[in-house]
């Protein structure tokens, strides 16, 4: 495989009579070469496991075998209405969406109540802040690890200390009800302290004099924060929402560990429902076509986001 | 009330006296150590003896018979220092492989001009949505076919090159004045003699930067070796963990599952502790992992 291939292939189609652009073109693949050559090893990795990888997502959609031996054939969208039409996988995205929402709105909001109340850097705050902050190092196994204890029922942790208030306690983790917002909180626990870290940079932008000047105005708390501090923080959110989103969707190992997807697929996320087909069920044809789904739902999201992101900073 | 009035006593005068900041840091302080309560169990469950039982198991009051039996247990049903080694092997690893690769790629952003830059760098830039836990089927097949399935490397390759830690370097690497260069230039010094010794050295805070953003990542990783890995004796320590859990969870030894909680998170809790301020910077730069 050459380096300059990529660049030079348009040029090689043109006719004889473009032969100075063909001249210029090859000079600047000559003058761009050493640029290419330091680019080579992460273009080579990009290819086969973005690019490619998303290419052979796309192919294998297209695909299925009648029978677990056959050879693969030809099948055109199947795939795709197949998994549409599963009730395991509609299932999963309403969960999914649930999660989505029931995660990114609570850990952002505390994320911004620990940055707003954390923002003024003294012994006491680091010390919270650190707090906050540790269960984000931690892996998610590790994390599931402690809450499966805690969700235990009756003489789990949260049992142990809640049991005496309420008088009938369901089953965390057992009951089909429960168990999606167990899972949530355990994922809330986990991620408002990384967004936190984001408010307290946004909050450090906030300027000064702006801030001054509200006070001499005799602006109360709610009014700054109203009108000076969430203004200010907006591209901040949009980031945070865009991270939480994509985590919503990628960071799912506690239900790998404590659920399986259970009870009665309550639990059943998308990219689990992906791990089901493919390691579970060999279903490569329709592993695919889910994956291709959820990519092409998150680029839309993230697209949308960007353009808003760009419309706002045109407008101001 | 005094000592959070302390606390404010270098806000802005107009605002010291407004109860709203103060009780919303008060509830700051409560979800504090609610959030530090899974860590406190961990600890006091593992030093809890078996004779207390199962229902004294969740009191977060330390036993007054501390003891490691079940650290010992722990150590001795799970194969801790070999998932440690396989973690360790798959982090340097990675984070060697992308020193050599985003140190390349970044320069070449930072420094060169070529034809079709913007084209390329946006491929780059959509490498930061396109997460490879995603891709997971499709990187799967490739793995075994390129004959690394069940190795430690296969579980290294996907995240040999990084957007982000192109972008970091392109970053740091811009901020070094030209002026340095030249004069190396004018010694007759080739371009990678240029890179490493006056762009590598300069760039120390940057690769510290993206090192503890990459090493803990990996280090977190599930899913994906959870499918590369086959054999026992490769499970990384958080495989290595759910394994452990499941079994010890038949059994009821939640003290066991504590410990072995404990011996996976302490390593990354210590180092944190160590090198707060540092984890913290390179998170904020980090975003999207």
Redesign the interface.
Known sequence: MSLAE??ALPVATSAAPRWHVLKR?TG??K??L???L??L??????A???????G??FI?ALYQRATPKAPVSFVGLDNISAVLADPAFTGAVVNNLIYAIGTTVPSIA?AL??A???A?T?A???A???????????????????????F?PN???L???IGRLLPVLPNWLGDPDVALYAIMVITI?KNA??YM??F??GLQAVPEDV??AA??D?A???QRLRHIILPELKPTFL?VIV?AT?NA??Q??HV??MTQGGPSNSTNLV?FY??QQ??EHYD?GK??AA?LL??AA??GL?ALSFRTMANREGGS | MKLIDR??R??????RN?I??KL??L???L???V?????L??IV?TLRPASDG??L????MPSLKPTLDNVRDAWEIGDFPRYTLNTTIICAGILLVQF???T??G??FAR??????TP?FY??L??L??????????????VAQLGLYDTLTGVM??F????FG?FLMRQAFEAIPTELEDAALIDGAS?LQRIRHIYVPLSMPSFSAFAIISV?SH??D??WP??VINSPDKRP???G??VF?KTA?GTQA?GT??A??LM??GP??VT??IF?KR??SS??TS??K
Do not use: C
């Open positions: 990529p660049a073109f600047s693949v003058a761009s050493p640029a290419y330091l680019l090893p992460s273009l080579v990795f990009l086969l496991f973005t690019y490619g990888a998303m052979r997502v294998d505390l109540l620990f707003l109340a954390l003024r003294h006491v705050s680091s919270l802040r650190a707090a906050l902050f540790l269960p984000v190092l931690i892996p998610m196994v590790a994390a599931s690890a402690l809450f499966m204890f805690i235990l003489v789990g942790l049992d142990y200390y626990w302290g990384y870290l984001f307290l940079a801030m001054e006070h001499l005799g109360g708390p709610y980031f991270i994509l969707v990628t799912v190992d790998f560990v990219l992906i791990y493919a390691v490569i592993a695919s994956t959820t990519l998150l680029m993230t | 606390l404010y270098e806000a802005p005068l107009a605002t407004e709203t900041p919303g840091f509830l700051t302080v979800l504090a150590m959030w530090l309560i899974p860590f169990w961990m469950a199962i229902n198991m969740a009191d977060l050599v690769t985003i390349l790629a320069f070449a060169l001009k070529f034809a079709g830059k390329i491929l780059f959509m490498q949505m396109l997460v490879p836990v995603l891709l997971i089927v499709p990187n799967l097949s490739l390759m996907p040999f090159a990084s957007a192109t371009l803990t280090w977190n599930f899913l959870l499918m320590l958080t495989v963990l759910s859990t969870e939640w599952i504590a072995g909680t996976v998170i990354l809790l944190f502790l707060q984890f913290i998170f904020v975003g999207i």
